[in-house]
């Protein structure tokens, strides 16, 4: 299918069948096409759980409240930001920068590349992820509007902000996730509603870790799709500037 086909083929499903199965193996390889998704400064703090065991389906319907795409869903992806891991994402970065620079870099111009990035993942990114009750947050928005006054500045620097910035990265790859499944013909339903202390729980997730989205995974049933799709007027979204 082209992308066109894809988006048209893609709809957030209800009621998966019990007889036609999807393919584990090819549904990974559609979470590995995910990690191709854009994420702020290449920093990917998220995680994919995939979850293909029968009890652990059965808990997570519950914890989803019922819903029928996950009381029927055949597998499930849970896409979790792990803001936590600044530190150790910001390291891997940039030892592999280092050596990317030495393999693709003109040689006059490694030197100042390689200062470049190790002030932005050694200092810059550790600083912009880091977090302490609000305060740290607040210290780089004092700083950011202030510079603002003198030239351009992000001005969305707070705890609150990096939190939107860690889960639109892990939105973007769970998109991706949801496209390629459709390019195999597999069906999918976002969910946001759901227990997410209930859902961490049974993942074993740290305190830092949030839930982004659960996806359930299937192929849809007759009645899987319950209505024709609506979307606004594409003049009242549309603004060319």
Known sequence: MGLKEILEFRRAV????NT????????????ELAQLAPSSS???LYEFYHVTDKATL???????????????????????TRQDLYRQRAKTLLTFEQDNIARNCPPEKQTKRLKQLQLYYGQIM???????????GLLRKIITLITSIFRPAPLYV???DTRVVVHKSCALAAQTFILAMAEQGYDTCPLEGFDSRRVK????????????L?????????????????RLPFVEIYRNV
């Open 58 to 80: 059965q808990y997570l319907a519950k914890a989803c409240l019922g819903q029928s795409p996950a009381s029927t869903a055949q597998e499930m992806v849970i896409f979790v």
């Open 14 to 17: 209800r009621h998966f069948s």
């Open 214 to 230: 659960i996806v359930a995974c299937g192929i849809r049933n007759a009645d899987g799709v319950q209505s024709d799709r609506f």
């Open 158 to 160: 707070s705890e609150s």
């Open 42 to 44: 290449n920093m990917q």
């Open 20 to 31: 036609e199965r999807i393919d584990t193996a090819r549904v990974r390889q559609c979470l």
């Open 126 to 136: 550790p600083l912009t992820y880091s977090h302490f009750f609000g305060l740290i």
């Open 201 to 212: 729980r049974v993942l074993h997730l740290p305190h830092g870790a949030q839930i982004n």
